[in-house]
């Protein structure tokens, strides 16, 4: 039993997170990436349907991951905290 509250509890947190990451993924990403994440930013390519968001959008923040748009997206992502980076990399990962 308690079991199941459990995983209820997580499952229900993870659609908070989900629900406040698509509002932040639409202030923050839509722009370059479309409301679905199927538009092909300006790297030239989409991310809904990819895997990894959190560890992509923290290497960004911490200027360990990206190629060409490495700088641009440092930029982006340095002041959103870790919090609500969590939260948009729950929504993108519900992209398909």
Do not use: P, R, W
């Not at 370059?32 to 989409?46: P, R, V, Y």
């Not at 939260?87 to 519900?94: F, P, R």
């Amino acid at each position: 039993m308690v079991k199941k509250i459990l995983i209820l509890s997580v499952l229900g947190f993870s659609s908070v997170m989900a629900a406040d990451g698509a509002k932040l993924y639409g202030a923050k990403c839509a722009e370059c990436h479309g409301t679905d994440g199927k538009e092909a930013s300006i790297a030239g390519k989409a991310i809904a349907g990819g895997s990894g968001a959190l560890a992509k959008l923290i290497g960004y923040k911490n200027g360990t991951f990206g190629g060409d748009q490495k700088a641009l997206m440092q930029g982006n992502v340095a002041t959103i905290s870790d919090s609500d980076l969590q939260s948009i990399a729950s929504y993108v990962d519900t992209l398909k």
